[in-house]
């Protein structure tokens, strides 16, 4: 019996009709798609009228749910892989999950689209051949160590943050003397997408002026040049 092939696809990082034709097929094709929220997941599928059944695959999953996914995958069935916004892998557990298949010799396709990342990059307008991106900073231990080395980078960094932390973390580079340029991306593609520019202590007095806009989900470009 052949194995199947897992799907590594990109889904909408807030507007629905950021989704490319390849992915929608491929959502139709597939046996089984494993999701990070079945509710969420749901809301992109019904908007397409793509009826599938969903499997929950996420950072809390224990290690037989990855074995049910891999077992299918070897019975032969094809499983697209989502994440409940933007590319599997960044920032989330996807690797994990292709980790596995790839010691399973299962064929492992990419399906590219959306990415904070890529959306935030495109419209930085400062060079970023080369930055790092360092995903979500840490809750409690390693913050302060965590900001220290952004700062001490010399290559721009991108982050992502929450709304609940993201003033306490801006607060927190202004006290270990950061002073430099801050790109602030929020809700990117949706309907109150806003990018925000400016020297620390202006991202500082802006939103502090706008606390009504503290919501949504954030990627930064901390830029270290």
């Known amino acids: 019996m052949d194995k199947g092939i897992l799907y590594i696809v990109a889904t909408p990082i807030g507007n629905l009709e950021d989704i490319t034709f390849r992915a929608l097929r491929i959502l139709k094709e597939a046996d089984l798609i494993a999701c990070e929220d079945?509710?969420?997941?749901?809301?992109?599928?019904t908007h397409y009228s793509i009826k599938k059944t969903l499997i929950s695959y996420h950072q809390h999953s224990e290690l037989k749910k990855i074995d049910l996914i891999i077992n299918k995958l070897k019975e032969g069935e094809n499983i697209a892989l989502i994440t409940d916004a933007g590319t599997p892998g960044i920032s989330d557990p996807g690797n994990i999950l292709v980790a596995e298949a790839i010691k399973n010799n299962i064929e492992i396709h990419p399906i590219p689209g959306p990415s904070a990342l890529a959306?935030?990059?495109?419209?930085?307008?400062?060079?970023l051949q080369k930055f790092l991106f360092l995903g979500f900073p840490p809750h409690k231990k390693g913050r302060e160590t965590f900001?220290?080395?952004?700062?001490?980078?010399?290559?721009?960094i991108i982050y992502y943050e929450s709304p609940h932390r993201f003033m306490k973390n801006v607060e927190l580079l202004k006290a270990l003397g950061f002073a430099r340029s801050i790109i602030v991306g929020r809700e990117i593609t949706k309907i109150f997408e806003q990018i925000v520019r400016g020297n620390i202590d202006e991202i500082l007095n802006y939103f502090e002026q706008n606390q009504d806009k503290i919501k949504g989900e954030f990627v930064l470009i901390i830029d270290n040049k």
């Not at 079945?38 to 599928?45: D, E, G, H, Q, Y």
């Not at 959306?119 to 060079?127: L, M």
Request: glycine share 4%; proline share 4%.
């Open 38 to 45: 079945t509710r969420i997941a749901s809301r992109i599928l």
């Open 119 to 127: 959306a935030i990059v495109s419209v930085s307008g400062i060079d």
């Open 147 to 156: 900001f220290k080395e952004v700062i001490a980078s010399k290559y721009p």
